[in-house]
């Protein structure tokens, strides 16, 4: 029975360091700071622009203090290492603060803080991410132009396959995210 309980424990330790390995610091802010986010000047014109630069795709992600969340997010599923390379290599994330004072200027050109932009946007829940398409129409908000929108927090699946279904470009088709989802969960034995 000993050796049971160690086996489990060792499967459990083993299991664990491979979902929370490289977890997010909490900034002075009471954000998560993950090495994937993007410190910029919050100018999504500009963000757009250095993310097609790179080939990536720009994603906003709208966080508060205390956020649990957000917290399961950064501890739970963005630590996943499919997840975490995803974000790594195909996403340029600027990280927004509902209720942060630094300036956001818009795609419109509209400049607000954080917390007033994020009203604008008609942002409720954190955490929220919005996707960008490479080109966005002049004169659109960030709300208007984003081709997807995660508001709150996702277990693995869901958000793993939407990261590739916005890779995929699966906004522009005809298959809808909760027919990709369901197809590529079944898929993965999910």
């Keep these: 029975m000993?050796?049971?309980?160690m086996m489990i424990v060792a499967l459990w330790m083993t299991a664990t360091a491979?979902?929370?390995?490289?977890?997010?610091?909490v900034g002075d802010d009471g954000l998560h700071k993950a090495p994937w986010m993007r410190e910029t000047f919050k100018d999504l014109r500009e963000d757009l622009a250095e993310a097609n630069s790179e080939g990536k795709t720009l994603m906003l992600l709208i966080e508060q203090?205390?956020?649990i969340y957000c917290k399961k997010m950064?501890?739970?599923v963005f630590v996943i290492p499919s997840i975490r390379q995803m974000l790594e290599d195909n996403y340029f994330v600027v990280q927004i603060n509902m209720f942060g004072d630094v300036e956001v200027t818009d795609f419109d050109g509209q400049a607000l803080p954080e917390k007033d932009m994020v009203k604008r946007w008609g942002a409720l829940f954190t955490p929220s991410l919005y996707f960008f398409d490479a080109e966005v129409e002049q004169g659109q908000t960030a709300a208007e132009a984003a081709v997807a929108m995660m508001p709150g927090a996702f277990g693995r699946w869901t958000t793993f396959n939407l990261l590739n279904w916005i890779l995929e470009r699966g906004y522009a088709g005809e298959e809808s995210f909760q027919k990709y989802h369901a197809r590529m969960?079944?898929?993965q034995g999910g």
Excluded: I
């Design 74 to 76: 950064h501890e739970d």
């Design 18 to 25: 491979t979902t929370t390995g490289a977890l997010a610091e």
């Design 65 to 67: 203090r205390g956020c």
């Design 185 to 187: 969960f079944a898929q």
């Design 2 to 5: 000993k050796r049971v309980c």
